[in-house]
């Protein structure tokens, strides 16, 4: 390896803290991420959402599409989660 491409190279030690990642601090920035995408969508109609392999798609009628490829959170519904009848 040359010696100007040595002086790019990082260490262990410098990728080690790119592994440091808070999980609340990066649901918390999904978050945002996700509300200031729907924040532009209102009063947009939804022609059509599907389920894709890194994500959900979100396409409107003026054509514009809208991909969100975190998951912030989701509980399975179930009978656990249905109110209960009187």
Same mark, same amino acid.
């Given at each position: 390896?040359?010696?100007?491409? /040595?002086?790019?190279?990082?260490?262990?030690?410098?990728?080690?803290?790119?592994?440091?990642?808070?999980?609340? /601090?990066?649901?918390?920035?999904?978050?945002?991420?996700?509300? /200031?995408?729907?924040?532009?969508?209102?009063?947009?109609?939804?022609?059509?959402?599907?389920?894709?392999?890194?994500?959900?798609?979100?396409?409107?009628?003026?054509?514009?599409?809208?991909?969100?490829?975190?998951?912030?959170?989701?509980?399975?519904?179930?009978?656990?989660?249905?109110?209960?009848?009187?």
């Amino acid at each position: 390896m040359a010696e100007s491409d /040595a002086s790019k190279t990082g260490t262990v030690d410098d990728l080690e803290s790119l592994l440091e990642i808070d999980p609340d /601090a990066l649901r918390e920035a999904e978050f945002a991420q996700a509300q /200031a995408i729907l924040d532009t969508m209102v009063g947009a109609t939804i022609a059509s959402a599907s389920m894709e392999e890194r994500g959900i798609v979100i396409e409107v009628t003026s054509g514009n599409r809208y991909f969100f490829y975190g998951f912030i959170g989701n509980v399975p519904s179930g009978p656990r989660d249905r109110p209960k009848e009187s």
